[in-house]
Structures are given as C-alpha cells and as structure tokens.
C-alpha cells in the first residue's frame, strides 16, 4: 500500500487513550488528572470524540499541578490550618 504523500506534514491527532500513551502515563490517568486540571479545547471533533494535537497535550500535562506539589508550602499549611482551627497538622 503507498503512502499518501499529501498528507506529509499534516498534524497527528490524539483522543484521550492515545494521549496517555504518548504521554507514557497509566490507562484513565488522563480522565483523573482532567477532574482537577481540565483538558484545552479540542482542536477537532472526530465522530464523538474530542481529539488534540500531541503540542496542546505535551503542554497541558507539563502546566497541570503536581501531585503533592505544594503541600509543602507555607501558604498550603496555613489554609490547614485555618481550616482545623490553628491545630498543627502534620502531612
């Protein structure tokens, strides 16, 4: 089978399984890490599934919020805190 030559250069798209494959991170990692750090808006719209291209993947996976990433901060302990009114709370 030849390949089509037209298509050379044309972006890849990716539905949300394939971006956790090319991104190298578990099956339904994707759908856990979009409840707290959504998704950018699909560059397109194939059948049902909403599909991007792997720059607007690789970019939200590099901004989204690191697991534990500020659980160290002083401005993460004190809303604790605050929130167990001015009791230590140890992590």
């Not at 037209?6 to 971006?19: H, M, N, Q």
């Not at 707290?36 to 989204?64: D, F, M």
């Amino acid at each position: 089978m030849k390949k089509d030559k037209s298509l050379k250069g044309a972006p890849e798209f990716y539905d949300l399984r394939d971006a956790e494959i090319m991104l190298g991170i578990a099956k339904y990692t994707g759908s856990h890490i979009n409840k707290r750090h959504p998704l950018p808006k699909p560059a397109a719209i194939v059948g049902r599934n909403p599909v991007w291209t792997a720059g607007q993947l690789v970019e939200w996976y590099e901004s989204r919020p690191k697991p534990g990433g500020d659980r160290r901060s002083k401005e993460f302990r004190k809303k604790l805190e605050r929130k167990y009114r001015g009791k230590r709370v140890e992590l």
